[in-house]
């Protein structure tokens, strides 16, 4: 098995099962997807009942609580076959030629352990709103890292034997999860982006990272310290701590308005 790809959902019916078509229609075949329904209570089970039982590539695992995003993806990783493990959120859509080539890149360029790439902005419609093409290179993306995560987490594919050392996720998190995950793997290997298009990021104001805005920023700003206490990052980072910080004490009702109108500002108006 060369790719296992995890994701987890929780009352997705909207958007799952073009998820995971999108995923079945990939030009490369050899991998099994992981899907963890946590604790579903609309049609969600049933949708993806019918989506295994049309490719057997698929393993469906129950929570029978909901555990949350973080200990459900470590529960998929603790199954996971795959030399590489793959990350999909319920909401998004692959592009046919995302998992081609991410693979073949990690298996050109040995040092990379972790690999994202571009993607699209698209709404709940499916139309394209917007791009975002991330910085590339290792050097480029750790000269950011400490300033804000670099990284569409739907997009990235892992060397799995890294997974392994750092033992996954850190449960600890619940938000920022994948930006905490990051930093860990940086510290055993090169990171880098494809400049290809290969994801569509779906963008509606009830995105998790909005409904959620200030506890979202708190574990960021958990992550960046966590990193300067073990002096990963240049001491002089903690000036990054500071406007995130000035965010979780003005109010939600505010900061989530600020986030919102400047980030359709950045969609529609320099979409790139």
């Given at each position: 098995?060369?790719?296992?790809?995890?994701?987890?959902?929780h009352?997705?019916?909207?958007?799952?099962?073009?998820?995971v078509?999108?995923?079945?229609?990939?030009?490369?075949?050899?991998f099994?997807?992981?899907?963890?329904?946590?604790?579903?209570?609309?049609?969600?089970?049933?949708?993806?009942?019918?989506?295994?039982?049309?490719?057997?590539?698929?393993?469906?695992?129950?929570?029978?609580?909901?555990?949350?995003?973080?200990?459900?993806?470590?529960?998929?990783?603790?199954?996971?076959?795959?030399?590489?493990?793959?990350?999909m959120?319920?909401?998004?859509?692959a592009?046919?030629?995302?998992?081609?080539?991410?693979?073949?890149?990690?298996?050109a360029?040995?040092?990379?352990?972790?690999l994202?790439?571009?993607?699209?902005?698209?709404?709940?419609?499916?139309?394209?709103?917007?791009?975002?093409?991330?910085?590339?290179?290792?050097?480029?993306?750790?000269?950011?890292?400490?300033?804000?995560?670099?990284?569409?987490?739907?997009?990235?594919?892992?060397?799995?034997?890294?997974?392994?050392?750092?033992?996954?996720?850190?449960?600890?998190?619940?938000?920022?999860?994948?930006?905490?995950?990051?930093?860990?793997?940086?510290?055993?290997?090169?990171?880098?982006?494809?400049?290809?298009?290969?994801?569509q990021?779906?963008?509606?104001?009830?995105?998790?990272?909005?409904?959620?805005?200030?506890?979202?920023?708190?574990?960021?700003?958990?992550?960046?310290?966590?990193?300067?206490?073990?002096?990963?990052?240049?001491?002089?980072t903690?000036?990054?701590?500071?406007?995130?910080?000035?965010?979780?004490?003005?109010?939600?009702?505010?900061?989530?308005?600020?986030?919102i109108?400047?980030?359709?500002?950045?969609?529609?108006?320099?979409?790139?």
């Amino acid at each position: 098995m060369k790719v296992s790809i995890l994701m987890s959902v929780h009352n997705g019916k909207r958007f799952v099962r073009d998820a995971v078509l999108s995923l079945l229609a990939q030009t490369f075949r050899d991998f099994e997807l992981l899907i963890v329904d946590d604790a579903s209570t609309d049609t969600t089970p049933h949708i993806l009942r019918e989506l295994a039982a049309q490719d057997t590539r698929i393993r469906v695992i129950t929570n029978h609580t909901n555990l949350g995003l973080t200990k459900s993806l470590n529960v998929a990783l603790g199954q996971a076959q795959g030399d590489f493990v793959a990350r999909m959120d319920a909401d998004d859509i692959a592009l046919p030629d995302r998992l081609e080539k991410q693979v073949a890149f990690l298996e050109a360029h040995l040092d990379v352990g972790m690999l994202g790439s571009a993607y699209q902005f698209i709404n709940g419609n499916g139309n394209v709103i917007g791009e975002k093409h991330p910085l590339t290179t290792d050097q480029e993306l750790r000269h950011v890292l400490p300033r804000y995560n670099p990284f569409l987490h739907s997009s990235i594919v892992i060397h799995k034997i890294l997974l392994d050392r750092v033992h996954g996720y850190d449960e600890h998190f619940l938000r920022a999860q994948d930006y905490e995950l990051w930093t860990r793997l940086s510290l055993l290997t090169k990171l880098a982006n494809l400049p290809d298009i290969l994801m569509q990021k779906r963008f509606t104001t009830s995105m998790v990272s909005f409904t959620t805005e200030r506890e979202q920023i708190r574990f960021a700003l958990r992550v960046r310290w966590n990193a300067l206490r073990r002096n990963q990052f240049p001491w002089w980072t903690i000036i990054f701590l500071i406007k995130p910080f000035l965010a979780t004490i003005l109010p939600t009702s505010l900061v989530r308005f600020v986030r919102i109108h400047l980030y359709r500002q950045r969609l529609y108006r320099n979409p790139t």
